[in-house]
């Protein structure tokens, strides 16, 4: 390469590059990583959600104990899981969220194991692993099969913990930065964003117990709406990697020629 022009789409996000050869490369910024993964992970949720509304109201609110009027939003396990065509909506959008989710987890690694090389890769395997209990509790539903439903959930969430805490400790060792200021404001959002988490987690298993073990009515409505809101913080606190990401370019370079090697 001899030189390089740089040429920003409208979103300013693709760079053309011009080889010595005559030929051009685009270049794609690391922003639409995590962008995908809010889309499509924001997508399959809300997608399952308004066809479960408008196909099965009163079936995806009823649980064990009451049903509508008593219970009147519905939880995201029956919401995801339960019904056709909300199910097979939700997995397939759910897909689509797999290949950015791998991603972020790669270029999370290369962007913080010179700075945190210990810490880097412990939260490569520990996000490969969440990523993989993400998938039992998603493919196999409670309809499925419960227990494995729910020990797959609580493997999630117990992932989450040293997942949330190690981003936090390592985002703004980033490789590449546009800005210091940036990624240290980064953090805070992400530091708040961890905290309305896990402060969502008690209040769910209090109204969860309400419902499960003294049965009042209404509690397993509130107890969704707390589940809800770990989706929510879920999506939200990797949609931060837009500023990191923001950062990275990706491209895709010609290999050198045999005689070029040596």
């Given at each position: 390469?001899?030189?390089?022009?740089?040429?920003?789409?409208?979103?300013?996000?693709?760079?053309?590059?011009?080889?010595?050869?005559?030929?051009?490369?685009?270049?794609?910024?690391?922003?639409?990583?995590?962008?995908?993964?809010?889309?499509?992970?924001?997508?399959?949720?809300?997608?399952?959600?308004?066809?479960?509304?408008?196909?099965?109201?009163?079936?995806?609110?009823?649980?064990?104990?009451?049903?509508?009027?008593?219970?009147?939003?519905?939880?995201?396990?029956?919401?995801?899981?339960?019904?056709?065509?909300?199910?097979?909506?939700?997995?397939?959008?759910?897909?689509?969220?797999?290949?950015?989710?791998?991603?972020?987890?790669?270029?999370?690694?290369?962007?913080?194991?010179?700075?945190?090389?210990?810490?880097?890769?412990?939260?490569?395997w520990i996000g490969f692993l969440r990523t993989w209990t993400c998938a039992g509790w998603v493919y196999v539903?409670?309809?499925?099969?419960?227990?494995?439903?729910?020990?797959?959930?609580?493997?999630?969430?117990?992932?989450?913990?040293?997942?949330?805490?190690?981003?936090?400790?390592?985002?703004?060792?980033?490789?590449?930065?546009?800005?210091?200021?940036?990624?240290?404001?980064?953090?805070?959002?992400?530091?708040?964003?961890?905290?309305?988490?896990?402060?969502?987690?008690?209040?769910?298993?209090?109204?969860?117990?309400?419902?499960?073990?003294?049965?009042?009515?209404?509690?397993?409505?509130?107890?969704?709406?707390?589940?809800?809101?770990?989706?929510?913080?879920?999506?939200?606190?990797?949609?931060?990697?837009?500023?990191?990401?923001?950062?990275?370019?990706?491209?895709?370079?010609?290999?050198?020629?045999?005689?070029?090697?040596?």
């Amino acid at each position: 390469m001899v030189g390089s022009q740089r040429r920003d789409s409208p979103a300013g996000l693709v760079r053309e590059v011009h080889l010595a050869a005559g030929g051009s490369l685009n270049k794609v910024s690391g922003w639409w990583i995590p962008f995908l993964h809010t889309v499509f992970a924001s997508a399959a949720f809300l997608g399952a959600l308004v066809i479960g509304w408008k196909l099965h109201y009163y079936k995806i609110v009823k649980n064990e104990h009451y049903g509508y009027p008593h219970e009147w939003f519905p939880s995201v396990s029956a919401t995801i899981g339960d019904r056709y065509p909300g199910r097979n909506v939700f997995q397939i959008l759910i897909a689509l969220t797999a290949p950015p989710r791998l991603l972020l987890h790669i270029f999370w690694y290369v962007l913080t194991v010179r700075a945190a090389p210990k810490r880097a890769k412990a939260l490569f395997w520990i996000g490969f692993l969440r990523t993989w209990t993400c998938a039992g509790w998603v493919y196999v539903t409670s309809g499925d099969d419960h227990d494995v439903h729910d020990v797959m959930m609580i493997a999630y969430m117990l992932l989450t913990i040293p997942y949330m805490t190690l981003l936090i400790n390592i985002s703004d060792k980033s490789l590449f930065a546009h800005s210091a200021h940036k990624l240290a404001l980064n953090r805070q959002r992400r530091k708040w964003v961890c905290m309305l988490f896990f402060g969502a987690i008690p209040p769910m298993i209090y109204f969860f117990l309400n419902h499960k073990v003294y049965k009042i009515a209404g509690a397993y409505t509130t107890y969704a709406f707390f589940e809800w809101a770990l989706i929510v913080f879920d999506v939200m606190f990797d949609s931060l990697a837009m500023v990191e990401f923001k950062a990275l370019d990706l491209s895709i370079l010609p290999a050198k020629s045999d005689e070029q090697r040596d």
